[in-house]
């Protein structure tokens, strides 16, 4: 079926740094999402991206993050700075139309 | 939260059995959507479910809906050891968003 894929899927990191978490989302789907999981949580929504802007983001969505996908190329989320709390698995997303999300297998990210 | 505390649970079942997961949900939906996260993995959607449908099935998977008691539930017959894995419903926030607002999923242990 349609695959979603993540690169990397393991990034460490020092707090303060910043990141990009690059996402290949499924090649005809035309809506993009990140969420956001913390070991042994629920999976949380962080944002969702169509037709090159921001449709709806969450109050986890703060001021340090930013999504784009340039000229159809990766979906990224982008942190500047990281923070410790920002340790979490990042999951990837896409979809043709609402509803019926792909997801891919995640990036776990380690913030030192 | 959106979502009852019934939702977080874990069961354990020998292959063969059948086993049903439940979750209800506080905000109004058009869709509830059952999710299957196997270890390490991203989620894979399972069954999609409108609110003007009470029942869907696909293969060995039920799945039900009642809008009058915001709850909603997924059946498997005859479980085999793969699908050992956590299960999260989801809801479309507040009807017609793209966004998921997952529940806190159940983790389902079936043993050969």
């Known amino acids: 079926g349609p695959k979603v894929l993540q690169i990397p899927s393991h990034q460490i990191i020092d707090m303060g740094q910043m990141v990009t978490l690059n996402c290949d989302p499924v090649s005809n789907h035309l809506y993009f999402y990140w969420y956001k999981q913390i070991l042994g949580q629920q999976m949380e929504f962080l944002v969702n991206f169509y037709n090159g802007k921001v449709m709806e983001k969450s109050k986890l969505f703060k001021d340090q993050f930013s999504v784009e996908r340039p000229d159809g190329s990766y979906f990224t989320l982008k942190i500047q700075p990281t923070a410790l709390e920002d340790s979490a698995v990042y999951f990837c997303a896409s979809s043709l139309r609402l509803g019926g999300q792909y997801f891919g297998p995640g990036t776990r990210l380690t913030v030192l | 939260s959106q979502w009852g505390e019934e939702n977080l649970q874990a069961l354990s079942i020998q292959e063969g059995e059948d086993v049903t997961m439940n979750c209800s949900y506080k905000?109004?939906?058009?869709?509830v959507q059952w999710y299957r996260q196997k270890s390490g993995k991203g989620p894979a959607q399972l069954i999609l479910i409108r609110s003007n449908e009470r029942e869907k099935r696909s293969g060995r998977l039920r799945a039900t809906l009642d809008t009058s008691s915001q709850s909603s539930s997924l059946s498997i017959t005859g479980t085999l050891a793969t699908d050992t894995a956590v299960y999260f419903c989801?809801?479309?926030?507040?009807?017609?968003?793209?966004?998921?607002?997952f529940g806190e999923g159940t983790k389902l242990t079936v043993s050969s």
């Open positions: 905000t109004y939906t058009t869709v």
């Open positions: 989801a809801t479309d926030y507040q009807g017609g968003s793209a966004k998921l607002i």
